[in-house]
C-alpha cells in the first residue's frame, strides 16, 4: 500500500467556508430556528481521517426531543404543509434541490471532512443522489390520488364510493452515519411528497450535513416546524423520538440489532414502521465471464466507501474454475482502494467512520484468522492517525464462521468456491440478511433464474449496488421491512380512507 498523506494536510486543506461552519455553536433546528439546548450535554465529532475533534453538537435532551416533535404535530395538524395546494409543496422540495445543488462543493467538503469518505466520492454519488430524490420524490406530490370505487355487494347507483390518500402524519426519521446526507434526503423527500412533518435525526458521528441542511431547509420555504433536525445519541435522543405518542411513522436505516429494538418500542402505540437494517451481500461470479474485467466490478462492490454500505458485496462466489484468477483479480485493485485521508484529491477509498469501527473490522479480521481463515489480501491497518483498514480478502472460508455470517461494514470480503447454480443459490440464501446480491455472468438465462432463486430485495446483474430513486428498495428476512424509493418509497408515508355515501 501507498504511504499515507501526512495528515496534517488534511486539516490545513479544510476550506474557509467549512472552518466557519465548524465554529458554530451547538444548536439544534426546531421551527425554522437555531435554538438552544434545555442542558448543556454535548458530543464530540471527529474527523475521521486524522482522528480529531472538529467541533461539538447538541446531545439533546428528552424536552429538546419533545419541543422538535411539539413543533412538527402543531405544523401538521394546523394544515400549514398539508393545506398547501400540492403545486406549491412540489415548488418548495425542488427548491430545496436547487439550493443543494448550488451549494455541492461544499457539502461534498464536509461530508468528506466528517464521514471520511473522499471528497470526490461524496461529489460524484452522494450529493447527486441527495437531489435526485428530492427532486424525483417532488413531483409525486400532486400525483397521489384516491380512486372512485364501484361497490361489489351493491347496485349500481345505491352509493358513491372512493379513496382518499392521506398523509400519516408526524414523522420521526434515523438515518445512518455511512451515508449522511443521501440518507437524510431520502428520508425527508417522500416524507414531505406525502404532506407528513418531521424530525430528522442524524447519526451522531456524521451530524454535520443535516445540520447544514436546515440552512437551506429554511432558506427554501419550508413553513415552521415542518422539517426539524436534531443531534444526539441513538439510545436516549433517537429512543425519545420512537416512544414519542405524537410520532405516527419511524423510518429507520441502520443496524438490524437497533432496528429489532425500533420495531419493539414502536408496537406500543402501533406506530408505522420502515426499517432498512443490516446486509451481508452475495456477489456470484458464473465461469462464462471475462475476469479481467469482472475482477474490479467485484472489488468495488466491497471496497467502494470502505465496505461501509449496506448492500457491500461481503460474501464471494467464484466459480471452482475460476475462483484463483478472480482472488488475483480482486488483489491486483489493491492500490487504487488503499485508504488515504478524505481531502486527498487521489484518495479512492478513506478511513473508517469511528475508533469504534475500526475496532470493530480489525476484531473481525482477527476472528477469521483464528478460526482458520487465511489472508489472501490485505488483513491489517497502516500506521497512521486517523482509522484506517487496509482492503482485505479471506479465503479458506466456511458458512460457520462470523466472517461469513456476521455483518462486518468494512473493506472486508470472504470468498468462497462453488460447483453448480443450485449450490451457489442454496449458500447465497445461507443468512439472516437479504437485502441486495449481485450477479456475474454472460447467460442471460442463467441471470433470471439466479434473479428468481436468491431471497433479497435487489438483484443487480452485472454491476453493483446501483441505486435510483425510482427503484424501491428494501430488504427481505432481518434486512428490514417495507421498500424505500419508488412509488412504494412515498406510499409509505400515506394513509388510505375509503369513504362510502348513500345515494
Known sequence: MNDLTPINYQQAA?????????????????????????????????????????????????????????????????????????????????????????????FAEIEAIDNGKPKGMAAAVDVPGAISQLRFMAGWASKLNGEVIQPYTMPTGAVFGYTLREPVGVAAQIVPWNFPLLMACLKIAPALAAGCTLVLKPAEQTPLTALR??????????????????????????????????????????????????????????????????????????????????????????????????????????????????????????????????????????????????????????????????????????????????????VDVNPQMSVVREEIFGPVVVAQRFDDLDEVAKAANDTCFGLGAGVWTRDVATMHKLAAKIKSGTVWGNCHAVIDAALPFGGYKESGIGREQGRQGVEAYLETKSVIIQL
Not at 461552519?21 to 438552544?36: A, G
Not at 439533546?60 to 405544523?75: E, F, G, H, I, L
Not at 469511528?354 to 489480501?377: N, P, T
Open 14 to 106: 479544510y476550506s474557509m467556508a467549512a472552518k466557519s461552519f465548524l465554529s458554530r455553536s451547538p444548536k439544534l433546528f426546531i421551527n425554522n430556528e437555531w435554538v438552544t439546548s434545555s442542558h448543556d450535554a454535548t458530543i464530540a465529532v471527529e474527523d475521521p481521517s486524522s482522528g480529531k475533534e472538529i467541533c461539538r453538537i447538541v446531545d439533546a435532551s428528552d424536552k429538546d426531543v419533545d419541543r422538535a416533535v411539539a413543533a412538527a404535530r402543531t405544523a401538521f395538524d394546523d394544515g400549514r404543509w398539508t393545506g398547501l395546494p400540492p403545486m406549491q409543496r412540489e415548488r418548495i422540495i425542488n427548491r430545496l434541490a436547487d439550493l443543494l445543488e448550488a451549494h455541492a462543493d461544499e
Open 213 to 394: 441542511l436546515a440552512d437551506l431547509v429554511a432558506e427554501a420555504g419550508f413553513p415552521a416546524g415542518v422539517v426539524n433536525i436534531i443531534t444526539g445519541n441513538g439510545h436516549t435522543a433517537g429512543d425519545r423520538m420512537v416512544k414519542n405518542p405524537d410520532v405516527d411513522k419511524v423510518a429507520f436505516t441502520g443496524s438490524t440489532e437497533i432496528g429489532k429494538l425500533i420495531n419493539r418500542n414502536a408496537t406500543d402505540t402501533l406506530k408505522h414502521v420502515t426499517l432498512e437494517l443490516g446486509g451481508k451481500s452475495p456477489v456470484v461470479i458464473m465461469p462464462d465471464v471475462d475476469v479481467a474485467q469482472v475482477a474490479p466490478g467485484a472489488a468495488g462492490a466491497i471496497f467502494f466507501n470502505s465496505g461501509q454500505v449496506c448492500v457491500a458485496g461481503s460474501r464471494l462466489f467464484a466459480h471452482r474454475s475460476i475462483f484463483d484468477q478472480v482472488i488475483e483479480g480482486v488483489a491486483a485493485t489493491a492500490p487504487f482502494w488503499a485508504p488515504r485521508p478524505s481531502l486527498d484529491p487521489q484518495a479512492h477509498a478513506g478511513p473508517l467512520v469511528s475508533k469504534e469501527q475500526f475496532d470493530r473490522v480489525m476484531g473481525y479480521i482477527e476472528a477469521g484468522k483464528r478460526d482458520g481463515a487465511s489472508v489472501a489480501m490485505g488483513g491489517d491497518a497502516p500506521s497512521a492517525d486517523g482509522y484506517y483498514v487496509n482492503p482485505t480478502v479471506l
